[in-house]
């Protein structure tokens, strides 16, 4: 396996960060380059769907993969694994990413060729949040074990994502998990907030997943 | 249902945090109630593992529960149902409980003959293991569903938590996740760490969290 490259991230200043969000979205477009922000709790599912996901849109979409996390470089290695090019970012402690953080990230990665590179934040439905990434989108991960009552107890996340994706969703018979009950909370948080239900573990619902992606992809070039 | 309380907690300044921390650890002391901060991921299970504990321990322990979130009440009212006496705490948005927020709950709540005290912090890996809140003791829980690499990318609440509780080990079938070399990346962040494994759902491993609580408390209380 290729060396995983780790790069420690610094923190921006907080008021100059909404500033710094929106010079790295116009630096991305200039380049071509779809970016997404995706959020969840720690263990939702994120680097797994991630993983189905390269793996289903391989010779479509070229995406590219942003790994932050406190410590340790497992799912950097794995986005490696399943053939999409990764770098591990290190928070130093922090609890999310910011503009400043992931710039850091993009100057280090090779861009060449991507159209879409996915920025997998720390895993928090808190602080995330509350800083703009300089992500086209924001897209969160919600999954069936953790409940459905998520969206009433962490409001933020819920707001400020466009998607929300219920993951897991094999499991739906071994926890109390009602779907219709989390969507209608969902939206009462964002009520343009699309919501998608998935299982990466037995492709039910990828297909929608995978076209989402590659409409909002095609929809940012043309754009 | 008795109406919850609901207290609007303000954060502390942090080079205070441990002052106070200390000040309130001894107001508690004074009174003889031992107190816990619980810590997890959103959706782990310290609310269903609370409720059960309430209800196994009727008669031999009187606890009290302080229901830390960002918003809803949910969690409080499910405690109250269980039998035990509890406030919700809303933090303003804030990603964490320091000591400053856990006395202002503590002079809200009727103390009254309670042996231990429950503070169920802001689900979040990460921030609240920054923060002292006058804790006798720090408890964290893992779920199966998470996954067994936790301890490698959040450092910080293993090391800080004498206890790590792995829940939901009903649904380890389903996932995969290895006990083992959890156990061990868990005392590779803390070698005293004690490991406990159960599901609040089929009673598996609750005497021996059971057994951990009245053998704590007797200690504090003798101490």
């Known amino acids: 396996m290729k060396e995983i490259k780790i790069i420690d991230v610094k923190e921006s200043i907080f008021d ?3 500033k710094e969000a929106e010079e790295l979205r116009r630096w991305l477009k200039e380049k071509n380059i779809f970016m997404i922000n995706l959020m969840s709790s720690p263990g939702a599912g994120k680097t797994t769907l991630l993983k189905a996901t390269i793996e289903k849109l391989k010779g479509r979409l070229n995406i590219g993969v942003m790994e932050a996390d406190i410590d340790a470089q497992v799912d950097a290695e794995a ?8 770098i591990q970012l290190h928070t130093g402690g922090m609890c999310h990413m910011d503009a400043g953080m992931t710039k850091q990230g ?3 990665f090779d861009l060449e060729g991507l159209d879409l590179i996915i920025l997998e934040n720390v895993g928090n439905l808190v602080c995330p949040a509350e800083f703009d990434t300089g992500a086209h989108e924001n897209v ?3 999954s069936v ?3 459905d009552d998520k969206p009433l107890k962490y409001p933020l996340i819920f707001q400020v994502s466009n998607l929300a994706v219920v993951t897991k969703i094999d499991t ?5 998990f009602d779907e219709e009950a989390a969507a209608q909370r969902i939206r009462g948080r964002n ?3 699309e919501v998608l239900f998935l299982s990466a573990k037995t492709g039910e619902g990828m297909d929608a997943w995978c076209e989402w992606l590659l409409k909002k992809t095609e929809e940012f070039r043309k754009g």
Do not use: T, Y
Not at 79 to 86: C, E, T, V, Y
Not at 172 to 176: G, W
């Open 106 to 108: 993009l100057e280090a």
């Open 140 to 142: 969160m991960l919600l």
């Open 16 to 18: 100059v960060n909404s």
């Open 79 to 86: 986005i490696q694994s399943a053939g999409a090019r990764s």
């Open 145 to 147: 074990p953790e409940g």
């Open 191 to 193: 009520p343009k907030a």
């Open 172 to 176: 739906k018979s071994v926890f109390d």
